[in-house]
């Protein structure tokens, strides 16, 4: 198991939002642009206008998965450390209800990196010191 998890994590983030912004339409935000213009750009993200709020939190997620990417990457490469299991564990678990309730999901990118997370930190507490 290798210390891959921040990196990978941070790509997975960089992905999502790379295809919120180039490409909504794929994520069934079509047009959404045009809407966030119309509706003056400045508190526009409410829940009576759900396809701009579901936007706006689509963006916002992919911006707090690299930012919790980038702290598990220092973790894993500036501390030196292995991420702590419950960190795959919460990882898997947010991947695997996400996959529940939807399996067109790009948190199957996630389980992979969640896996590894939990294998590497049992791995590292096999260790002796």
């Not at 706006?56 to 991420?83: K, P």
Request: overall charge negative.
């Amino acid at each position: 198991m290798q210390k891959i998890s921040g990196l990978a994590i941070m790509a997975i983030a960089l992905l999502h939002s790379l295809i919120g912004l180039i490409a909504p339409g794929l994520i069934g935000f079509e047009g959404i642009w045009q809407d966030i213009a119309a509706s003056g750009v400045f508190d526009a993200a409410k829940p009576q206008t759900l396809s701009l709020w579901g936007y706006y939190w689509f963006l916002l997620a992919g911006i707090f998965l690299m930012l919790c990417g980038g702290l598990c990457y220092w973790v894993e490469h500036r501390l030196d450390h292995i991420l702590p299991a419950f960190v795959g564990w919460g990882l898997l678990a947010i991947a695997l209800f996400g996959i529940g309730l939807d399996l067109d999901t790009g948190l199957w990118l996630v389980l992979p990196v969640a896996i590894n997370t939990v294998l590497a930190s049992r791995a590292s507490a096999a260790l002796p010191d």
